[in-house]
Structure formats: structure tokens, C-alpha cells
């Protein structure tokens, strides 16, 4: 599965810093941030976790995440 989220990630340092949450939990196969988009949107892979548990990740963090129609 892959989900999309706009978020207010916006910038390397941004980037950095999610980094840690993201790729501490396993069940994450893969993730980026488009950042030269204007919603800022981050892509997940997972086969296991929810959008609930994504966004639940993000908010932690520190930011905003809202899911985007696929």
C-alpha cells in the first residue's frame, strides 16, 4: 500500500528530522517527501500499517499530515 499526505514538511532540516521516526518502525518499507511540491507531500509504503497509524507517526514528530485521495 502507499500512502500520500500533504504535510507542512518543508525543507531539509524538516526532512531531518522525521527521518528517525520514520525509519524506526519497520513496517515502513519506504517513504519520501516531495518537497518542490507545493502540498509537500510525503509518500509511505507499507503493507501492514493503517493510514492512522502513518499519520499517527507524522503528528509525533511534530508535523501535519493529512491523507490525500489516492
Known amino acids: 500500500m502507499k500512502y500520500k499526505y500533504k504535510t ?3 525543507c531539509g532540516g ?8 520514520l525509519n524506526a518502525n519497520a ?3 519506504s ?3 516531495d ?3 507545493p502540498q ?10 493503517s493510514d ?8 509525533k514528530a511534530g508535523y501535519k499530515a493529512e491523507k ?3
Open 8 to 10: 507542512n514538511i518543508n
Open 14 to 21: 524538516c526532512v531531518a528530522s522525521i527521518t528517525p521516526h
Open 27 to 29: 513496517k515502513i518499507k
Open 31 to 33: 517513504w519520501e517527501v
Open 35 to 37: 518537497t518542490a511540491n
Open 40 to 49: 509537500k507531500v510525503l509518500t509511505v509504503e507499507t503493507d501492514t500499517l
Open 52 to 59: 492512522e497509524a502513518v499519520r499517527e507517526i507524522v503528528v
Open 68 to 70: 490525500l485521495s489516492q
